[in-house]
């Protein structure tokens, strides 16, 4: 079917609104966040900075396998307003504690009969205990971020972010300033940032409920429910995009994870933008009508893919200078990495809005099977590549599985849809000339009622 209508002036006036908020802070992020990596990646070298990256992907695995999928079921639950505010927050205490220190137990036994990873963490063991505190504080990170997206409280999250983009570079420098160990500045610097952020979104959250947190046996039911079919997919996303460091760290060495590491921080910066947006775009496609989401979802989607494939192919070109400067030329090794892991990065950039489209079709089991598919792709390919080419195999892994990913979802939601694959990837003129129209009529009606204020 040919989409006919446009997407609604207020669609796209909520997205604008919250995605512009999103995109002032993220460049803020983009700059701080940049400035930590630098100087992280200097001081501690190739090797320091491969056990970094070992270290801090052990709690995502472990938060990613464990969650039950509760925040994402929260924020089905609040965006489609299907239960009170209070019985939520209720539940997400309760749950914060009891699953935290369960996450935290399982934590420690990998931790006891993993080899691979004990051998790549020799010399660093005092700073284990560390990385089992911010399992459970990571946690509730996540869940708080999840919340917070679910009551569109964009620019309030957006202010959280930018604080505590600041609060880990400043921790950094001062703790290396006074012991000299930057690695263990980093640590502690994210374990701050991550509980300073649970706790004011928590604090934030409790205001709006208006009341005390009450428990909801049926409301945490139906979270856990929504969750589960979800989180399948959660986990083996965060298997997909994590797993690789571990590989590189066990057939290549934690040098060769330091390489890839800033291959890899390059390449999610770029996903800052898509990040940016599909932020907000969850919760506003979760409270959309069928037609309405149909016209509104390939818009967003075409412009992404422009967008993105222009700022990897720009990123492809200049890599080598920007490792440089950023990193010096002891990071160089990290190029050919970075250029392989940007195609499946446009790919990737499109995935977050696909699952909103099919979440808002009920359909979290389908993106868990697509990601367990791809999961096993990844894992496959990673054995076969990684032992003979280190970090450029992984690279080429992760691209491959991102694109496939991504590539599926998309044939889910156009064969639910109809919509014809031209009308989400090729952006035309009369989309330009739509968007510059919606922005002048947003414009107007502004100044109009600025106007009529004054």
């Given at each position: 079917?040919?989409?006919?209508?446009?997407?609604t002036?207020?669609?796209?006036?909520?997205?604008?609104?919250?995605?512009?908020?999103?995109?002032?802070?993220?460049?803020?992020?983009?700059?701080?966040?940049m400035?930590r990596?630098?100087l992280?990646?200097?001081?501690?070298g190739?090797?320091?900075?491969?056990?970094?990256?070992?270290?801090?992907?052990?709690?995502?695995?472990?938060?990613?396998?464990g969650?039950?999928?509760?925040?994402?079921?929260?924020?089905?639950?609040?965006?489609?307003?299907?239960?009170?505010?209070?019985?939520v927050?209720?539940?997400?205490?309760?749950?914060?504690?009891?699953?935290?220190?369960?996450?935290?137990?399982?934590?420690?036994l990998?931790?006891q009969v993993?080899?691979?990873?004990?051998?790549?963490?020799?010399?660093?063991?005092?700073?284990?205990?560390?990385?089992?505190?911010?399992?459970?504080?990571?946690?509730?990170?996540?869940?708080?971020?999840?919340?917070?997206?679910?009551?569109?409280?964009?620019?309030?999250?957006?202010?959280?972010?930018?604080?505590f983009?600041?609060?880990?570079?400043?921790?950094?420098?001062?703790l290396?300033?006074?012991?000299g160990?930057?690695?263990?500045?980093?640590?502690?610097?994210?374990?701050a940032?991550?509980?300073?952020?649970?706790l004011?979104?928590?604090?934030?959250?409790?205001?709006?409920?208006?009341?005390?947190p009450r428990?909801?046996?049926?409301?945490?039911?139906?979270?856990?429910?929504?969750?589960?079919?979800?989180?399948?997919?959660?986990?083996?996303n965060a298997?997909?995009?994590?797993?690789d460091?571990l590989?590189?760290?066990?057939?290549?060495?934690?040098?060769?994870?330091g390489?890839?590491?800033?291959?890899?921080?390059?390449?999610?910066?770029?996903?800052a933008?898509?990040?940016?947006?599909?932020?907000?775009?969850?919760?506003?496609?979760?409270?959309?009508?069928?037609?309405?989401g149909r016209?509104?979802s390939?818009?967003?989607?075409?412009?992404?893919?422009?967008?993105?494939?222009?700022?990897?192919?720009?990123?492809?070109?200049?890599?080598?200078?920007?490792?440089?400067?950023?990193?010096?030329?002891?990071?160089?090794?990290?190029?050919l990495?970075?250029?392989?892991?940007?195609?499946?990065?446009?790919?990737?950039?499109?995935?977050?809005?696909?699952?909103?489209?099919?979440?808002?079709?009920?359909?979290?089991?389908?993106?868990?099977?697509?990601?367990?598919?791809?999961?096993?792709?990844?894992?496959?390919?990673?054995?076969?590549?990684?032992?003979?080419?280190?970090?450029?195999?992984?690279?080429?892994?992760?691209s491959?599985?991102y694109?496939?990913?991504?590539?599926?979802?998309?044939?889910?939601?156009?064969?639910?849809?109809?919509?014809?694959?031209?009308?989400?990837?090729?952006?035309?003129?009369?989309d330009?000339?739509?968007?510059?129209?919606?922005?002048?009529?947003?414009?107007?009606?502004?100044?109009?009622?600025?106007?009529?204020?004054?």
């Amino acid at each position: 079917m040919k989409i006919d209508s446009p997407p609604t002036l207020s669609a796209l006036k909520s997205l604008g609104e919250f995605s512009l908020s999103s995109l002032a802070a993220t460049a803020v992020q983009f700059v701080l966040r940049m400035a930590r990596n630098i100087l992280l990646t200097r001081l501690l070298g190739p090797s320091g900075r491969g056990i970094y990256g070992v270290l801090s992907t052990l709690p995502s695995f472990v938060v990613s396998f464990g969650n039950l999928g509760f925040g994402l079921g929260s924020v089905y639950l609040v965006a489609r307003h299907k239960r009170d505010l209070r019985e939520v927050l209720g539940n997400a205490l309760l749950y914060l504690v009891i699953q935290g220190a369960v996450l935290t137990f399982a934590g420690y036994l990998v931790l006891q009969v993993s080899s691979p990873i004990r051998q790549n963490l020799q010399g660093v063991d005092h700073l284990v205990v560390f990385l089992l505190i911010g399992i459970p504080l990571l946690l509730a990170y996540t869940v708080t971020c999840d919340l917070l997206t679910a009551l569109k409280e964009i620019h309030f999250a957006n202010g959280l972010q930018v604080t505590f983009a600041i609060f880990p570079l400043v921790v950094l420098v001062l703790l290396w300033w006074l012991t000299g160990n930057a690695l263990m500045s980093a640590v502690w610097a994210w374990l701050a940032t991550n509980a300073g952020i649970a706790l004011l979104g928590l604090s934030r959250i409790y205001r709006r409920a208006g009341g005390s947190p009450r428990l909801s046996y049926p409301a945490f039911r139906e979270a856990i429910s929504f969750g589960l079919r979800g989180n399948v997919s959660m986990w083996a996303n965060a298997v997909v995009r994590r797993i690789d460091l571990l590989f590189v760290a066990h057939y290549a060495g934690v040098e060769a994870v330091g390489y890839y590491a800033v291959s890899v921080s390059i390449a999610e910066i770029i996903l800052a933008l898509p990040d940016a947006v599909s932020g907000p775009f969850l919760p506003l496609r979760l409270g959309m009508n069928e037609t309405e989401g149909r016209h509104f979802s390939p818009f967003v989607l075409k412009y992404m893919v422009v967008i993105m494939s222009l700022a990897c192919l720009v990123t492809a070109l200049t890599g080598k200078w920007l490792i440089l400067i950023l990193y010096g030329s002891a990071f160089l090794p990290a190029l050919l990495p970075l250029q392989w892991l940007l195609p499946g990065i446009v790919g990737l950039s499109l995935y977050q809005f696909l699952k909103a489209d099919l979440y808002h079709m009920n359909r979290p089991g389908l993106i868990s099977w697509v990601a367990v598919f791809t999961m096993v792709c990844n894992l496959a390919l990673n054995v076969l590549l990684i032992p003979r080419y280190g970090a450029v195999g992984a690279a080429v892994s992760s691209s491959v599985c991102y694109l496939i990913s991504t590539a599926l979802l998309l044939f889910f939601v156009l064969r639910h849809t109809g919509v014809p694959l031209s009308q989400v990837l090729i952006l035309r003129k009369e989309d330009v000339l739509l968007l510059v129209r919606q922005l002048r009529l947003w414009y107007l009606k502004r100044a109009k009622r600025e106007n009529n204020a004054s």
